[in-house]
């Protein structure tokens, strides 16, 4: 074996002081990430899967002379305070063709197939269709969902109002209506979720960053070449990416009940399928660790060029305020193509936009911190202030994905839909939940991670500090200062600049109806103070045993 490859096992096996908090927290930061992918690749698959069964009830591809039958779908009725959809089927001439799916045959007129739901409910529509019960339930194979309410009605001729199409077959795999909204949509909220996610790759990377750096500077002092200290920290960093993707695989697996519950597109799920499929099991595996050893590589770029400036402790070089003109690029590409136009633009647009806050963080940090340093009235605000221009990347780090939540609670609060039974208005409203929920379940792991990994960070400068005479609750509130600031200074502006670019979308009109977009708002700020303090209770005591003499 590679003597580097057994020594990166072997720090993995016995990581050293602070080690394992480390390894703990970069493995439950990976571990929500592996889930979330899974969530996300699974959640859109589950959607094609819906559209396959159900594509059929809105095809409009057949010449009217050459049809095998005619539609027309009613989704504007009732029964017993359920929205109720009626699809009205007529076979235009004899055919050959197997039945729609879910049937057992083509329904002929005067037949009625119902959904399992409507049959529990039929004896408030008996009457209406003059059957004491209906001909045939609906299987699984026919249903979007195991909740919808749906009645396929064999007719002589389809009713002419509405908007009645011709079907060449009853078998084509087509992409249902409501099921591509959803998948744009879903598409928007993997845009938006991408960056907080990939900050919480970063951070799960990027704990204990320090330790690692000086053990690495340690090991180029003493003869290693750069392609050893990288390929050591790649096998240290792939191991406990691929460990965590297995947890965060098995959580999904586990948790796929609960998940079906989610009454998205017209309600709850088959468990079948959103099920995790072989390919997606292996793509995880691998993207997971891939992504893991990428971050933790381009942090330690430094300690592969430069060792002795890791050991010295030498600043690192600041960052530049040119990348202000980043900012420019998202709302400018959003407002140029507006809500109307192809969705690959759209995403870019918002995947500038987001790449920019990220990207201007530190400098935003860096800026913030040379104001409090040069007001500083105190220690503690004195001590905050140098940390954060000393390391603004490092500092900015452990928030980057919380302040990302508040670009994406900034851009979903101009849409919020307002609150009436419209089904694509309900499919809005609980793909926001459900956005928000991926988010902040990212930022909770991302902030819990960097509240261990910023805590392991500063145990030398608080060591120092303390042997120097420096109060360890002078040290301990200054950390926590640190870690509030660019919440409150980078992360205030960007939500009003997540909505800035959700106005450059819309064409500068507010959807959003009522109070649900300020509370949205509220919300996030409130979510985003309690995940910091809560963090800087976590991360407290390990300073305090890290920096201990």
Known sequence: MNPMTDL?????????????????AALGAT???????TFLIAGSLGLAHRSDRIGWRSSDKADPATAIGMLNLDDRQHVDGHRLSVLELATLRPNEEAPPP???????????????EVAKHWSSLSKQYGLAQPTGVITS?????????????GVEKVSTDGNPQH???????????????????????????????LSLVGQAAGVAAKRREHRLAALRLAGATRMQV?????????????????????????????????????????????????????????????LSVVSALIGLGRVSITPLGVVRGQTRKG?????????????????????????????????????????????????????????ANGPVTLLA????????KGAFRPVAALVLSGFVTGFISVFMPPGDDDPSFTDMRIGVALLMSLVFLTVAASTAAGAVGTALDQAAPARALRRSGVPLRVIERASRLAAVVPVIGVGLPVVGFGALCGLALSGGKVITQGSSGVILLLGQVVVGLVLVAVAGAAGAPVLRKASAN
């Open 319 to 375: 960052v530049s305020v040119l990348r202000l003109g980043l900012l420019l690029i998202g709302p400018l590409v959003l407002a140029y193509y507006g809500m109307q136009a192809a969705l690959l633009p759209l995403l870019i647009g918002v995947g500038f936009a987001a790449l920019a806050v990220r990207i201007i963080g530190p400098w935003a940090v860096q800026l913030v911190g040379r104001t409090m340093a040069n007001l």
């Open 230 to 290: 990288l390929w050591l920290s790649a096998v240290e960093q792939a191991v406990l990416g691929a460990v965590g993707a297995v947890i965060g695989l098995v959580g999904y697996t586990a948790l796929s009940p609960l998940i079906a519950q989610i009454p998205l597109g017209g309600g709850r799920w088959y468990v079948g399928d959103i099920t995790v499929t072989w390919w997606t099991v292996l793509v995880v595996l691998v993207a997971v660790p891939v």
């Open 102 to 116: 879910g049937l057992s045959h083509t329904p002929k007129p005067g037949e009625v197939f119902v959904s399992p």
């Open 8 to 24: 990166g096992l072997r720090f993995v096996r016995r990581p050293g002081p602070g080690g394992r908090a480390a390894n703990l």
């Open 141 to 153: 194979k026919g249903l979007s969902s195991p909740e919808e309410f749906i009645i396929i009605r």
């Open 167 to 197: 079907v060449s077959t009853w078998n084509d795999k087509m992409w249902d209506s409501r099921m591509v909204a959803l998948l744009i949509a879903v598409a928007f909220g993997i845009t938006l979720v991408l960056f907080p996610i």
């Open 31 to 37: 571990a929500v990430v592996a889930l979330l992918v």
């Open 385 to 392: 202030g140098r940390r954060l221009v000393d390391d603004p």
